[in-house]
Structures are given as C-alpha cells and as structure tokens.
C-alpha cells in the first residue's frame, strides 16, 4: 500500500502521533495527499478550492519547528488549505480562515 493510501484511511490523531514520532515527516503526508487529490479528485471532483503550494510551505515550516525541538499544534497553524466551493463561493469557513492567515 502505498502511503497517500495509508494516509487516506488514517485519522488525523494516528497522523500527528507518527510525526511525532518521526515515522514520516509533515512533508511526506502533504506531498502523499497532495498527489493523492491530484490523481483522484478528476473523477470525483471533491476539491475545486486547492491552496497546495500553501499547504507545502506551512508543511515545510512545521517541519522546521520539529527539527528545532519546537512542539506543533493544530492543523498546520490551523488553516485550510483545500475546500470545496458552493454555488461558485468559498465556503464561509474557508473565507474566515484566508482571512485570518
């Protein structure tokens, strides 16, 4: 199995504790997803809002707090960084968190 598809069946919990424990890096779980979505989505069409570049650097950046000894919490700093679209609009949870970052 590969891990984009271990990582798709895995929750966010079991994710967090393997980074800590150095299993797989915030990058690896980004760039698995990431290619995960990119091979999937255009047949099921889930994800029209994609902030992968975004999603990358704050993988990298939690990555870095690791490597510090730096303790990270939430999801990344807590923003979203894929969503879907209603009627056309970011939903208004995905605008509240673009607006906040």
Known sequence: MSLADE????SAAEMAMRIRRRDFSPVEIVDALIGRIETRNPSL???V????????SAA???ER????GIECR???G???YAGRLREGTPTPAILQLWRNK
């Open 7 to 10: 990582l798709a069946y895995m």
């Open 45 to 47: 069409n889930a994800f």
């Open 49 to 56: 809002f994609k902030g992968f570049d975004d999603a990358r």
């Open 60 to 62: 990298k950046e939690a």
């Open 65 to 68: 707090a690791l490597s510090s």
């Open 74 to 76: 939430g999801q990344f």
């Open 78 to 80: 807590e923003r979203q």
